[in-house]
């Protein structure tokens, strides 16, 4: 694959054109791995009673019995996109990397993907708890109706934007952790670096990717949810897909890396295609 700088639409395509030309390796495993721990959050969520009694304690306390099965879900969500990633990367630059290599290489960043899960936790609990402790604070407040309601709304927007920054700032973690070989915390800089230098463009990336597959499934997820969640899960790859390729365009377009793959061909005494890289 012709490794240069994208733009939007660019990354859109070779994301999903990357996904089908792998569909079948790349569905099975999302689902091989994440279907696990999204069936059992599912069957553990229909034992809870959010809807007797509902105060803000008992809807903390439910919240906080779930953490678990979704941390599970998370690391899930992580090592899948760490097992799609590292063929995808393979696939941009032409390198193959050995399946034993590759099984080490994910042994060693096991400790590294839980960080990243915890992190994703960590945001998903802030667009959760800030409109909680809004709604928890106005209840003791003799407040009109509207005025609550807009209060909450409020919260809930500024929180869902902090939530969305933090998740599009550190959303090439896993690609550079792949292709570099950085660690978590070296991962989470690098992703800081390259994402704050592209400006809205991995902004628009995120919200497309995220919003392909999600805005598809919105119709499965609103009549079983657990079967719209499973749906999520499989195209997964194509989200890990487009945040590989933004990161490879950062690089080139800021460290000119296609360059640096050239040098690299030339010194392996390698013929170079018309198109480049």
């Given at each position: 694959?012709?490794?240069?700088?994208?733009?939007?639409?660019?990354?859109?395509?070779?994301?999903?054109?990357?996904?089908?030309?792998?569909?079948?390796?790349?569905?099975?495993?999302?689902?091989?791995?994440?279907?696990?721990?999204?069936?059992?959050?599912?069957?553990?969520?229909?034992t809870l009673?959010?809807?007797?009694?509902?105060?803000?304690?008992?809807?903390?306390?439910?919240?906080?019995?779930?953490?678990?099965?979704?941390?599970?879900?998370?690391?899930?969500?992580?090592?899948?996109?760490?097992?799609v990633t590292?063929?995808?990367?393979?696939?941009?630059?032409?390198?193959?990397?050995?399946?034993?290599?590759?099984?080490?290489?994910?042994?060693?960043?096991?400790?590294?993907?839980a960080l990243?899960?915890?992190?994703?936790?960590?945001?998903?609990?802030?667009?959760?708890?800030?409109?909680?402790?809004?709604?928890?604070?106005?209840?003791?407040?003799?407040?009109?109706?509207?005025?609550?309601?807009?209060?909450?709304?409020?919260?809930?927007?500024?929180?869902?934007?902090?939530?969305?920054?933090?998740?599009?700032?550190?959303?090439?973690?896993?690609?550079?952790?792949?292709?570099?070989?950085?660690?978590?915390?070296?991962?989470?800089?690098?992703?800081?670096?390259?994402?704050?230098?592209?400006?809205?463009?991995?902004?628009?990336?995120?919200?497309?990717?995220?919003?392909?597959?999600?805005?598809?499934?919105?119709?499965?997820?609103?009549?079983?949810?657990?079967?719209?969640?499973?749906?999520?899960?499989?195209?997964?790859?194509?989200?890990?897909?487009?945040?590989?390729?933004?990161?490879?365009?950062?690089?080139?377009?800021?460290?000119?890396?296609?360059?640096?793959?050239?040098?690299?061909?030339?010194?392996?005494?390698?013929?170079?295609?018309?198109?480049?890289?």
């Open positions: 694959m012709e490794l240069r700088a994208f733009t939007v639409a660019d990354i859109l395509d070779a994301a999903v054109e990357c996904f089908w030309s792998k569909a079948l390796y790349f569905i099975s495993s999302a689902l091989i791995v994440q279907a696990p721990p999204l069936l059992a959050g599912s069957a553990y969520l229909k009673s959010f809807r007797s009694a509902v105060t803000f304690q008992n809807s903390l306390k439910e919240l906080v019995s779930v953490l678990p099965f979704f941390f599970l879900s998370l690391c899930a969500y992580t090592l899948a996109k760490w097992i590292m063929p995808g990367r393979d696939l941009v630059t032409g390198e193959k990397g050995s399946f034993r290599g590759n099984l080490r290489a994910l042994a060693g960043k096991l400790p590294s993907l990243y899960s915890a992190l994703l936790l960590c945001i998903a609990a802030l667009f959760i708890a800030v409109p909680l402790l809004v709604a928890e604070s106005l209840s003791s407040r003799k407040l009109a109706y509207n005025d609550a309601m807009l209060a909450v709304l409020l919260a809930l927007a500024l929180s869902g934007a902090a939530a969305l920054w933090f998740s599009v700032r550190s959303c090439l973690v896993i690609p550079a952790m792949v292709a570099e070989g950085r660690g978590f915390a070296g991962g989470l800089r690098r992703s800081w670096h390259l994402t704050g230098s592209m400006g809205a463009k991995a902004l628009i990336v995120w919200i497309s990717l995220h919003g392909l597959v999600i805005g598809t499934a919105v119709p499965l997820l609103s009549l079983f949810p657990l079967a719209g969640m499973l749906y999520v899960a499989a195209f997964l790859p194509v989200t890990a897909l487009g945040e590989l390729f933004l990161y490879y365009d950062s690089v080139v377009w800021q460290e000119a890396y296609d360059l640096v793959l050239c040098a690299r061909s030339l010194q392996k005494g390698a013929v170079l295609p018309d198109g480049g890289i």
